[in-house]
Nanobody, 125 residues
Framework: VQLQAYGGGLVQAGDSLRLSCAAS????????RGWFRQAPGREREFVAGIRWSGGNLYYADSVKGRFTISRDLAKSTIYLYMNNLKPEDTAVYYC???????????????????WGQGTQVTVSS
C-alpha cells in the first residue's frame, strides 16, 4: 500500500487550501481513508475520515463546519478541503488508511495501519 499526499502550503488566516492523497494497493469494502495532523510538540490527531464504500464521513470537532473530506473513486484519491483556516490548524498533515474501522474507533490513531508522508500546512495570523 502506498499513500501519496500533497497540496500543503503557507496561507493566511481565513484562506482555503485543498489537500489530496492518492493511493495504490488498497482494496476491499471495509477500507476507511482519512487525515491526521501533528503540530510541533503535540501528538498526531485525527482530522477527518471517509469510508471508501458507502462514503460515511467522520470529523474531529475542531474542524467540523470548516473542513470537508471527499473521495474520487476513479482516481483512488481523497481530498481535504480546508476553509476558514486558523493559525491553530498549522501542522503536518498525514493521510492514512485502515480496514475495519467503525465510528467508535475511527479517531483512534493506533487503529490506522497505513500512512503517507506528511505535507506541511502553515497558517499565518
Amino acid at each position: 500500500v502506498q499513500l501519496q499526499a500533497y497540496g500543503g502550503g503557507l496561507v493566511q488566516a481565513g484562506d482555503s487550501l485543498r489537500l489530496s492523497c492518492a493511493a495504490s494497493g488498497l482494496a476491499g469494502n471495509s477500507v476507511t481513508r482519512g487525515w491526521f495532523r501533528q503540530a510541533p510538540g503535540r501528538e498526531r490527531e485525527f482530522v477527518a475520515g471517509i469510508r471508501w464504500s458507502g462514503g460515511n464521513l467522520y470529523y474531529a470537532d475542531s474542524v467540523k463546519g470548516r473542513f470537508t473530506i471527499s473521495r474520487d473513486l476513479a482516481k483512488s484519491t481523497i481530498y481535504l478541503y480546508m476553509n476558514n483556516l486558523k493559525p491553530e490548524d498549522t501542522a503536518v498533515y498525514y493521510c492514512a488508511a485502515a480496514f475495519g474501522l467503525i465510528a467508535s474507533t475511527v479517531k483512534d490513531r493506533g487503529r490506522w495501519s497505513y500512512w503517507g508522508q506528511g505535507t506541511q500546512v502553515t497558517v499565518s495570523s
